[in-house]
Nanobody, 114 residues
Framework: VQLVESGGGLVQAGGSLRLSCAAS????????MAWYRQAPGNQRELVAS???????NYADSVKGRFTISRDNAKNTVYLQMSSLKPEDTAVYYC?????????WGQGTQVTVSS
């Protein structure tokens, strides 16, 4: 099982980024996929999830700003982040929902400057 996140970077407040997560087919096709994030000193939190059929849910803190999507043919899940705020600064990870400890990848750093 492998999850590889990419697309993070440094962006100014109000900017946008698009994260990608490539997953091995064995977990992608049958699972709800999700994005999580962890800021320094904080617990890892669920940001958004999407079922195999495309039904999405979001944390209140990102509703209206982030959009999760998936391409089942490419075994890839995306997180489009807009109107970014400094409090969105964190390492972003993808995993299934519910999360599985042995699926965590290296994450991708998102830093939003004020």
């Amino acid at each position: 099982v492998q999850l590889v996140e990419s697309g993070g970077g440094l962006v100014q407040a109000g900017g946008s980024l698009r994260l990608s997560c490539a997953a091995s087919g064995s977990i992608f096709s049958i699972n709800t996929m999700a994005w999580y994030r962890q800021a320094p000193g904080n617990q890892r939190e669920l940001v958004a999830s999407i079922t195999n059929s495309g039904s999405a849910n979001y944390a209140d803190s990102v509703k209206g700003r982030f959009t999760i999507s998936r391409d089942n043919a490419k075994n890839t899940v995306y997180l489009q982040m807009s109107s970014l705020k400094p409090e969105d600064t964190a390492v972003y990870y993808c995993n299934t929902e519910p999360r599985r400890d042995n699926y965590w990848g290296q994450g991708t750093q998102v830093t939003v400057s004020s």
